[in-house]
C-alpha cells in the first residue's frame, strides 16, 4: 500500500487529474473468483472506457460537439478523478444508461455533489434524439453541485444500434470514505499519509536493531 501511495504522489506530479481504481472497488465490478491476469485486464478496461469517452468527445462527429478546450475546462489541475459507464436500450434508455453510470460501484464513497468538474459522453446510433441528450444532461445534473462544471457531448457510433452509452467522469472530487478534501488537497493528504508511515517503519526498524 505504502508502494502505491507513493507512485501516485508521483504520478500527480505529471497529470492535472488522476483516476485510480481500488481493488476493493474492482472486486464489487467483478465476480470473486476471477484471476489475477483477468483483473489486471478489467481495471485497464475500466481506464480505456474513461479514455476513450474523453477522446471520442473531441475526434466523433456527434449532434452536441466538445473541443479540446472543454475537456481543459474539467480535467486542468482537478486532483482526483473518477468515472462510470453506464449502458442501456429501449426506450428509457437515455435514463437508466445515466443512472447507472453514477451508481457505478467505482463511485462509491464519492461524494458528486462536490465534483468541480463533470464530463459526460453520450454514445449512440444515428437514432439518438435530442430529448435524450436533454435526460443524460439533466440527470447527471441532478446529483452534481450548481456550482460544477459540466460539459455534455455526443459522439455517434453506427454500430450502437439500439444501444446507448453514458461516460461519466468526475474531477476535483471529495471522497467520504476516507475523509479526503477536493481537488490538489488530496495529493497533498497522501504525501502527509506516505511520510507518517515511512517514520513509523524506520522507528520500527531502530527498535529491532535495539534489541538485537
Known amino acids: 500500500m505504502i508502494v502505491a501511495d507513493q507512485g501516485v504522489i508521483e504520478l500527480s506530479k505529471y497529470v492535472d487529474s488522476l483516476i485510480t481504481i481500488p481493488n476493493d472497488k474492482l472486486l464489487k465490478v467483478l465476480s470473486r473468483g476471477i484471476s489475477l491476469l483477468d483483473a489486471f485486464g478489467a481495471a485497464n478496461n475500466v481506464l480505456k472506457g474513461a479514455v476513450q469517452g474523453i477522446a471520442e468527445l473531441i475526434t466523433r462527429p456527434g449532434l452536441m460537439n466538445v473541443d479540446f478546450a472543454d475537456v481543459r475546462t474539467v480535467m486542468v489541475e482537478m486532483g482526483y478523478a473518477m468515472m462510470g459507464t453506464g449502458i442501456s436500450s429501449g ?3 437515455a435514463e437508466e444508461a445515466a443512472e447507472i453510470a453514477i451508481s457505478s460501484p467505482l463511485l462509491e464513497d464519492i461524494d458528486l455533489s462536490g465534483a468541480r468538474g463533470v464530463l459526460v459522453n453520450i454514445t449512440a446510433g444515428f437514432d439518438l434524439k435530442l430529448d ?27 454500430d450502437m444500434n439500439d444501444t446507448l452509452r453514458v461516460t461519466v467522469v468526475a474531477t476535483g472530487l471529495i471522497i467520504t470514505g476516507d475523509s479526503f478534501v477536493r481537488g490538489k488537497d488530496f495529493i497533498e493528504k497522501l504525501k502527509f499519509k506516505f511520510s507518517r508511515a515511512i517514520a513509523v517503519e524506520m522507528e520500527s526498524t531502530a527498535i529491532a536493531q535495539s534489541y538485537a
Not at 441532478?142 to 459522439?155: K, L, M, R
Open 91 to 93: 426506450e428509457n434508455r
Open 132 to 158: 435524450e441528450f436533454e435526460t443524460v444532461g439533466n440527470t447527471i445534473r441532478s446529483f452534481a453541485s450548481d456550482n460544477a462544471t459540466v460539459v455534455i457531448g455526443t459522439s455517434l457510433d453506427p
